[in-house]
């Protein structure tokens, strides 16, 4: 029999109720003008406070793929 492959998207359900639950509160603040930024500005993006509620859930231990990294400057 073939083995089970282990996804790291995020499918177990632990991994899901706690992305759900930071998701939930994350976008709660952002449509409520609280959520803030790391240098204490007010997020105006949803892909920010998306980003930030993910980064949460991955801090409270959700098991997420890492953010992907961006390409340098130097390949220019």
Known sequence: MAAKK??????DPKSKGIVKK???ETMHEFKHH???SSSGG??????QAIAIGLSEARKSGADIPPAPKKASAKKR
């Open 6 to 11: 282990k996804s790291s998207s995020g499918s």
């Open 22 to 24: 930071k998701m939930e």
């Open 34 to 36: 609280e959520l803030e």
């Open 42 to 47: 007010k997020v105006k993006n949803p892909k």
